[in-house]
């Protein structure tokens, strides 16, 4: 099971998690549906209270860049970028096997 | 959906992350038909060549905590100990939404 994970960690300004994590959520919805989208978690960090994770699951990482310009998806990064304390955080990952997905 | 989350980040002595990563997936084997597990995804880092991620969704904190004495588990978790550098690292995280899982 040859696949591309990701990690994104967004940092927000304070008090924006909450607000950042529902557009990210609309986000999924959209971007699920894509061709080789396997996994799309929405998660907040449980020790820091302005930091939103998304886990992502690809088929590759060409059909995750793909992703970005899917209808909609480009309208929810611009409601988002005014809740970013910075530029996300990507830990880019081989995924080699497990369950779940 | 409210379920717990687990970032793992595992840090190997040089040339053993390989090693690890088939241990760990050994332990997917074991740990993904407990009680409340929904995902157990093992992974390399791709920056980094001597760290191993696992990415873990579950129903509560407490079947996560109750899944590290199943049989065979600790077996596996002796193999593992001589091949790190270091204590797991570990993100905990509240899992909002998304889909996937």
């Known amino acids: 099971m040859k696949k591309f994970g990701l990690y994104n960690k967004f940092s927000t300004v304070p008090g924006k998690a909450d607000e950042l994590a529902d557009i990210l959520i609309k986000a999924a919805d959209l971007i699920s549906g894509a061709h080789g989208c396997?996994?799309?978690?929405?998660?907040?960090?449980?020790k820091n209270s302005?930091?939103?994770?998304?886990?992502?699951?690809?088929?590759?990482?060409?059909?995750?860049?793909?992703?970005?310009?899917?209808?909609?998806?480009?309208?929810?990064?611009s409601e988002a970028l005014p809740l970013l304390a910075g530029p996300p955080e990507q830990t880019k990952l081989d995924v080699l096997g497990g369950k779940g997905i």
């Open 38 to 46: 396997r996994l799309y978690i929405v998660n907040k960090d449980q």
């Open 50 to 77: 302005n930091k939103v994770w998304v886990t992502e699951i690809w088929d590759s990482e060409e059909e995750h860049s793909a992703s970005l310009s899917i209808e909609g998806v480009k309208e929810l990064i």
